[in-house]
C-alpha cells in the first residue's frame, strides 16, 4: 500500500494534458494552500478553482 507522502503521479503536472481541471475547494483533508502549487504546473488545459460555501 502505497503512502501519501511517497506518491509519483503517472503524469507530471506540467505533461498534464487530458481535460480541463476544475478544484472544488472545500476540502478539510487538502487545504487549498497544499494543491496551488501543483495546480499552477499545469499549463497545457485550462484550471479553474471554485471556493465552495459549506
Known amino acids: ?3 501519501y ?3 509519483a503521479p503517472s503524469v507530471e ?4 494534458d487530458a ?3 476544475l ?3 472545500q476540502d478539510r483533508w487538502t487545504p487549498h494552500h ?3 502549487p501543483v495546480l499552477s504546473r499545469i499549463t497545457k488545459v ?3 478553482t471554485v ?3 459549506n
Not at 13 to 16: A, G, H, K, T, Y
Open 1 to 3: 500500500m502505497g503512502r
Open 5 to 7: 507522502m511517497n506518491y
Open 13 to 16: 503536472p506540467e505533461d498534464f
Open 19 to 21: 481535460c480541463p481541471v
Open 23 to 25: 478544484l472544488t475547494a
Open 34 to 36: 497544499l494543491s496551488v
Open 46 to 48: 485550462p484550471v479553474d
Open 51 to 53: 471556493m465552495l460555501d
